[in-house]
């Protein structure tokens, strides 16, 4: 009671009087009963920018379907031309005031805005006037709110209404107010963005997408393993770092680092120049499929490729050792070498080695020893990771925003697997000599992650080896696999020694009992909720299954990662929960977004509704109405404590 007290006194300082108590609940219990917000949910972005702000700016096809709804008398090009509007409104402007006439333009954008406005009335009906008015632009906002609340039907209004518009247009501010009110559009049809894991690697511009998500205030990110390997990058650990510059030169993304975060990679140019001049490299040739390089650019990239991975080989070797727990041994190969024979021996078994030039490894003595060169390189990376200004906004944000599993709604989503045995219990992990399994085990993962970050200038920090064991340890729940072969893919023909074995969870996952048992250790409701992630990428034209164990699994992949083209006959899936339904969405591959506009056809996004309430959705029902409802509680208790004189009002 005491404590209870000292609360509702703090609480008196935001509602110092009745009215202002009662104002309060009023509004909140009004807020209970708007409909839910749609959520959206993308996964495996992998840098792509283009692909993911288009994916963005179309909400997932949901203004194109809330076109086709509202304006059923539209004609196909004149639905797609206004859709092509509210994406990209300042390309549309250009591409039509060079084709028409002054008069034939007006006329156009008098109808585009027309049927703007009508769009936003209607997407604005979720939301409470505050928060609209909390969107809106600055220089437009009195005008916006105007229009949006004023009826043009009726007689006495009418002139009104048209009298903004006329205005609007006789100022010359037509272009810039329909860029805001496409903005305005765009914010309104997703209320809250999910990003289930992989904002980074393969693709070149993971930066843009970061800086994306930075406008984004309603938005939650489930770390991917690859988002692990720039985190612990970005928290000083030189194995993240060299892994992170292999991952980027194997796909020709070094550009990402020097242009997009500014990175002075000149260091390491010259010691992969100088230590592999005369090696061909043909390993670690780029094997992107959308390179543009010539070849004396290609044998330049595959040389940093070389110098990364063999750092990153040689620094493994400390973590696993400190960390018996790991169970990583099996990744120390480079001790297992014979460069005289040309062999390597992995699990007693001898097989002949595709590369054997390793200048800068002393097999004789120790082969996971650092060069000077090597550790002075690794010193100047590792300033440049810890101290670069966007880099470190970025992971401040990364851990904001970010988390190992995340309970929104009553949905579970994470990256990739809930580790299991073969038997289907949970599989455990031993951390700080205490096993850990289920849901303890991402808490205790996501502790020692938070505290790398907290302590990221100490080099020394034990802490700092756990971004290697979420990247490839056989209990991470973001990698999913038994191990990681990235030694044998580079070195050793024989594919036996590639494979990497998926975690139980993907099998086990569809018999009910399992799935029960983990619908109860994460305090899922049977009924309602579902499990979301990502990570594998699925193509039903293939056989793949996307909507899994009666509706209770969606295994989504975004698809936009241009690598993974190859292995995918479209660009992937996402996933829309709105008031009335469960909708996933596929998408077709994107090209570039000019091309779009040329055409004005969006990619075809087919929506299939998978799971249609019995009841519309209303806030009250979600985790944002059990916090109201608590804060109802609260300020109900105040108000009861100012009428019997407990708490004095303040004003």
């Not at 700016?57 to 509007?85: M, V």
């Amino acid at each position: 009671m005491k404590y209870e007290m000292k609360y509702l006194e703090l609480l008196s300082n935001d509602f110092p009087t009745v009215q202002a108590v009662s104002t309060e609940l009023i509004n909140l219990t009004a807020i209970l009963n708007l409909p839910k917000g749609t959520e959206v949910f993308i996964t495996d972005i992998h840098g792509e920018f283009d692909a993911f702000n288009h994916v963005l700016k179309n909400a997932c096809g949901i203004i194109q379907d809330k076109i086709e709804k509202l304006f059923p008398l539209l004609s196909y090009t004149e639905k797609n031309r206004l859709a092509f509007f509210i994406y990209y409104p300042t390309d549309m402007l250009n591409k039509y005031q060079s084709l028409l006439s002054l008069a034939k333009m007006t006329s156009l954008l008098k109808d585009i805005l027309s049927h703007m406005l009508e769009l936003s009335r209607n997407l604005a009906t979720k939301y409470t006037k505050s928060k609209i008015q909390k969107t809106l632009p600055e220089e437009f906002a009195y005008i916006i709110q105007e229009l949006l609340y004023e009826s043009n039907k009726h007689e006495d209004k009418e002139r009104y209404y048209n009298a903004i518009i006329d205005a609007i247009f006789s100022t010359n501010r037509q272009n810039k107010f329909i860029v805001q009110i496409s903005k305005l559009i765009r914010a309104l049809a997703i209320d809250r963005l999910h990003i289930v894991g992989d904002i980074f690697d393969r693709g070149a511009k993971p930066h843009l997408v970061m800086e994306k998500l930075l406008d984004k205030s309603h938005v939650d990110i489930q770390w991917g393993n690859h988002d692990i390997s720039w985190i612990g990058a970005a928290c000083g650990s030189e194995l993240m770092i060299a892994n992170v510059i292999r991952i980027a030169a194997r796909y020709n993304n070094l550009d990402c680092l020097e242009d997009g975060y500014g990175f002075n990679l000149l260091p390491l140019a010259r010691f992969a120049s100088k230590t592999y001049g005369s090696d061909p490299c043909e390993l670690f040739i780029p094997k992107t499929l959308h390179d543009n390089l010539n070849e004396d650019d290609k044998n330049f990239v595959a040389k940093i490729h070389k110098a990364a991975a063999v750092m990153q080989f040689k620094l493994e070797r400390d973590v696993v050792k400190r960390n018996p727990d790991f169970h990583l041994d099996d990744r120390l190969l480079l001790d297992k070498i014979d460069p005289i024979r040309g062999i390597v021996t992995i699990q007693g078994i001898e097989y002949p080695m595709k590369d054997t030039h390793f200048p800068t490894i002393d097999f004789e003595n120790d082969p996971y020893q650092l060069t000077e060169d090597e550790q002075a390189v690794l010193a100047h990376l590792r300033q440049l990771f810890l101290h670069n200004e966007m880099m470190q906004l970025h992971l401040r944000f990364l851990f904001q925003k970010g988390s190992m599993v995340l309970k929104y709604n009553n949905n579970l989503l994470f990256h990739a697997a809930i580790p299991l045995q073969i038997d289907g219990s949970f599989q455990s992990q031993m951390i700080d000599g205490v096993k850990y399994h289920g849901k303890a085990l991402f808490e205790a993962y996501e502790k020692k992650l938070r505290h790398a970050y907290q302590n990221r200038y100490d080099r020394h920090n034990p802490d700092l080896d756990y971004f290697m064991m979420l990247w490839q340890g056989s209990t991470s729940p973001l990698f999913g696999k038994s191990t990681m072969k990235t030694f044998e893919r580079y070195f050793v023909s024989d594919k036996t020694t590639h494979k990497e074995v998926m975690n139980p969870y993907f099998k086990l996952r569809l018999e009910e009992p399992i799935l029960k048992q983990i619908y109860q250790e994460f305090g899922l409701n049977w009924n309602k909720s579902k499990i979301i992630n990502g990570h594998v990428p699925m193509d039903i034209t293939r056989g793949h299954e996307v909507v899994l164990a009666d509706k209770r699994i969606y295994n989504i992949d975004g698809g936009m990662s241009k690598e993974y083209s190859h292995e995918t006959s479209i660009g992937g899936y996402t996933l829309i929960s709105d008031s009335y339904a469960i909708y996933l969405v596929s998408h077709e591959r994107f090209d570039s977004y000019e091309s779009l506009i040329k055409q004005e056809r969006d990619i075809v996004s087919l929506t299939r509704s998978e799971d249609i309430a019995s009841s519309r959705t209303y806030i009250y029902d979600t985790d944002r109405g059990e916090e109201l409802k608590e804060r109802i509680a609260d300020l109900r208790k105040l108000l009861l404590s100012y009428r019997n004189g407990t708490i004095k009002e303040k004003a």
